[in-house]
């Protein structure tokens, strides 16, 4: 990688395009996710939260363009192609073509849409909150098709595949990397 952004750099990059508090939550929400996973598969945290940080840079101004106004504006911006790539492959069948091939970009397409999923529900438990969050709960929601209808089971389903993980296993570590920023991300709810 030639040149690594700061998060900070990110995170002013991302609130210039991004000005809805959902679409930032949910920016933090995949940047706890990826650099939990980062974590875990002994990667560099800062370059995986920074990817999951910018993955829907484009998606309040230019939602019919997403991904690829994206990669318009980290070209931009200097931004160097491995961040470009991951951000690519969240989009994988969906609006691009990049299928994820580093440990990365397929960690980025499987987590994006679950966080989506577990916000969803987070919202509706009674204590608001990711901390008491169960593997079993999200399961039950991820069957009901009419829950959270716009996150894509079968995106998550074949992001497993590509990582060579158990959804279950999936599920529990994007909710600990959920946990980890739950203040910041709006889900530590009344607990």
């Not at 210039?16 to 650099?35: F, G, I, P, Q, S």
């Not at 073509?97 to 966080?115: A, C, H, N, Q, R």
Request: proline share 2%.
């Amino acid at each position: 990688m030639k040149k690594k952004m700061s998060r900070d750099e990110a995170w002013k990059l991302l609130t210039d395009y991004n000005k809805t508090l959902a679409l930032r939550n949910h920016a933090m929400a995949v940047e706890a996710v990826m650099v939990h996973f980062a974590r875990l598969s002994g990667e560099d945290e800062e370059v995986w939260g920074v990817t999951g940080l910018l993955h829907d840079l484009d998606y309040e101004q230019y939602p019919e363009e997403h991904c690829h106004k994206s990669e318009e504006i980290m070209r931009e911006h200097g931004i160097d192609e491995e961040y470009i790539r991951a951000m690519n492959c969240h989009g994988y069948g969906i609006c691009t073509d990049v299928k994820p091939e580093s440990m990365m970009g397929k960690t980025l397409f499987t987590i994006d849409e679950l966080t989506g999923l577990i916000n969803a529900l987070c919202l509706m438990r009674p204590s608001k909150s990711v901390l008491d969050l169960e593997v079993k709960s999200v399961k039950k929601k991820f069957k009901d098709k009419s829950f959270a209808s716009g996150v894509n089971r079968e995106v998550i389903r074949n992001g497993c595949e590509m990582l060579g993980m158990e959804l279950d296993e999936v599920i529990r570590e994007t909710i600990e990397g959920m946990k980890e920023k739950a203040q910041d991300i709006g889900l530590k709810g009344n607990l």
